[in-house]
């Protein structure tokens, strides 16, 4: 059977507003120890477009910070797990991440942010009655394509509308 793999820690400044939950990294996330590093996944040029910035253009150190300045912090609903390959569907014997503990160290948040499926499904229930906006948004992922880039991109859009 497959190791298990294992999500980074939080990017999460104290004065974050929203909260961007993954899955699980991927693969090539995974091999390069960044958060959405496979070239296809939309995550960077979408939360750009939130904040304003052009995030594909820069490094991943400033990515990081851009979106940190902007008032935005990542993570994943899946602590741990075993998966063949990078897609949701094939996460089996997930360990969930503790994600009311991090939500906890962050006062001035305002929504959590699901980037797809299988994070909302994870998410959303243990953040239920939280009093935080829960946002379902269309995956980044490049296996999610069946929504316009035009669609994706209205949809990520408003995460801008809790960072204010």
Excluded: C
Aim: aromatic fraction near 6%; hydrophobic fraction near 50%.
């Amino acid at each position: 059977m497959n190791a298990r793999k294992h999500a980074f820690a939080p990017v999460a400044a104290p004065d974050a507003r929203v909260l961007i939950l993954g899955s699980l990294p991927g693969e090539a996330s995974l091999a390069q120890g960044r958060y959405y590093a496979h070239t296809r996944n939309l995550f960077w040029h979408l939360a750009g477009g939130a904040v304003g910035r052009d995030l594909v253009a820069l490094d991943y150190p400033a990515r990081l910070e851009a979106l940190a300045g902007a008032g935005i912090a990542l993570w994943d609903t899946v602590a741990s797990a075993r998966r063949t390959g990078s897609l949701d569907a094939a996460i089996r014997q997930a360990e969930h991440a503790s994600l009311a503990g991090l939500v906890a160290t962050l006062p001035r948040l305002r929504a959590v942010a699901f980037n797809g499926r299988k994070s909302a499904a994870i998410g959303r229930p243990q953040l239920a009655g939280s009093g935080l906006a829960l946002i379902d948004l269309p995956s980044s992922s490049p296996a999610y394509a069946s929504l316009p880039l035009a669609e994706k991109e209205r949809v990520w859009a408003g995460l801008a509308d809790f960072l204010g």
